[in-house]
């Protein structure tokens, strides 16, 4: 379904005109498409947990605050070295 879209004018600087000039041409799209999708990669709701989800609240609980828990996990959980 397409929404509707509104009519904007924007100033850039030249090299900002520059640059979406150039990937305009090497990805074949309009300067307006492209405007478009760095505004919904930029701003669009990602998937995931939310920051204000609670469940948010848990991630890190169970940091050991060791760089290699992964690799070591043996010396982390029982303090045997690898």
């Not at 309009?30 to 848990?58: C, H, Q, W």
Request: aromatic share 6%; charged share 30%; hydrophobic share 30%.
């Amino acid at each position: 379904m397409e929404s509707i879209k509104h009519r904007t004018q924007i100033s850039l600087d030249d090299w900002q005109y520059q640059t979406l000039l150039d990937l305009s041409r090497k990805t074949k799209k309009s300067l307006s498409a492209l405007i478009r999708e760095m505004i919904t990669e930029k701003f669009a709701p990602k998937p995931g947990v939310a920051e204000n989800d609670p469940v948010y609240s848990i991630v890190g609980i169970g940091g050991s605050g060791q760089k290699h828990t992964a690799r070591d996990h043996d010396a982390v959980l029982y303090g045997k070295k690898p």
